[in-house]
């Protein structure tokens, strides 16, 4: 079988880019010939038009970021595709009209559409309720490279507690929602240390945070670590945070809960579809919440020792990497029939 995978991002390092990783490496595990091709950062060639000229079917990441390059390209899709969600095409992009026209050709014409939340599939469901499509739930597994990097070589300060936020730099991600809490937490704690890891994509934002960067001492910033790395982050966390105003299903929350952090996220279908609050983690509406539950986690060790042992049978139970590729491999053999 011959899959050409479409991505918008592979060589930064995103949620898009984690999830195409993932998946061109299980499915080259189980003898697929896979191209990976992405779209929003290089260049279409002669070379990559032979590869989709004698593939066997196309699988398409992003609704909306492939609709705009396949109409501002002229790219024609002339082979059996199917489409996975990414995240903001559910949960931005549906929301606008003009954007949602402009997914309904691609959509209508997929053999199949994947999502990884049951909530995804309500909301594409309505939003295109006169339409016959084929919606299937696979839920993302966790994965990482082999190679690792030591902690000691990103110049880690070790904190008590040390605080993780694995997140691009732009709005939908909210990395400030939180600070006035825990700039109130680190006067409580006075050793801790609160790490931002992921890319610029918001000038402005990235602005705002050198501020308060060059306020407070205890707050940090790597860009663009690449999964090869993130498991030296996970194991210097003992607390990882989601912030986001919305999320499809956050890779980084799965990754830390197998790691053995204790996950602290914002209460949105995205995280609540992972997050079981107070058995595997904790979901907070607002700061207060937030602050409540972090005080759990920091002064009741046995119940953070539970829910990370929870955290860890969940991730194994529900988002189990041979899983993940099985569910694929048989969609892709149904598409092709």
């Known amino acids: 079988m011959k899959i050409l995978l479409l991505t918008p991002y592979l060589h930064t390092n995103r949620g898009n880019s984690t999830t195409a990783k993932r998946m061109a490496s299980s499915l080259k595990q189980n003898g697929v010939d896979v191209?990976?091709?992405a779209y929003e950062e290089d260049e279409w060639n002669e070379k990559i038009e032979g590869q989709a000229a004698n593939c066997d079917l196309i699988h398409i990441i992003?609704?909306?970021?492939?609709?705009?390059w396949a109409k501002k390209t002229n790219f024609q899709l002339n082979k059996p595709y199917i489409m996975t969600n990414g995240g903001t095409d559910v949960n931005l992009d549906l929301d606008n009209l003009g954007n949602r026209a402009e997914m309904l050709d691609i959509l209508q014409n997929a053999r199949a559409?994947?999502?990884?939340?049951?909530?995804?599939?309500?909301?594409?469901?309505?939003?295109?309720r006169e339409m016959r499509l084929?919606?299937?739930v696979i839920k993302q597994s966790v994965w990482f490279p082999n190679s690792e990097e030591d902690t000691t070589a990103l110049n880690l300060v070790p904190g008590e507690p040390a605080l993780l936020l694995p997140s691009g730099l732009r709005a939908v991600k909210d990395v400030f929602f939180l600070i006035e809490e825990i700039a109130w937490l680190q006067k409580k704690y006075p050793k801790l240390q609160f790490l931002i890891a992921g890319m610029v994509l918001d000038e402005n934002i990235y602005e705002t945070l050198k501020q308060y960067i060059e306020k407070y001492?205890?707050?940090?910033?790597?860009?663009?670590?690449p999964i090869e790395n993130m498991v030296s982050l996970y194991?210097?966390?003992?607390?990882?945070?989601?912030?986001s105003i919305s999320e499809g299903q956050s890779s980084a929350i799965l990754e830390a809960m197998q790691t053995g952090c204790v996950v602290l996220a914002r209460n949105n279908?995205?995280?609540?579809?992972?997050?079981?609050d107070g058995i595997n983690g904790y979901l907070f509406n607002d700061g207060?919440?937030?602050?409540e539950k972090i005080e759990l986690v920091l002064t009741e060790h046995e119940k953070a020792q539970w829910i990370i042992d929870n955290a860890k049978n969940y991730v194994q139970t529900n988002h189990f990497f041979e899983d993940e590729i099985g569910a694929f491999m048989k969609l892709y053999q149904d598409c092709l029939q």
């Open 288 to 291: 207060n919440e937030f602050l």
């Open 62 to 68: 992003h609704f909306y970021r492939f609709s705009k």
């Open 269 to 276: 279908p995205g995280n609540a579809s992972i997050i079981e």
């Open 235 to 243: 194991k210097w966390a003992h607390i990882v945070l989601n912030t």
């Open 35 to 37: 191209t990976v091709f």
């Open 217 to 225: 001492s205890w707050i940090h910033f790597l860009e663009n670590v």
């Open 134 to 136: 084929r919606i299937e």
């Open 113 to 128: 559409i994947t999502v990884f939340t049951d909530d995804a599939k309500a909301k594409l469901c309505h939003a295109y």
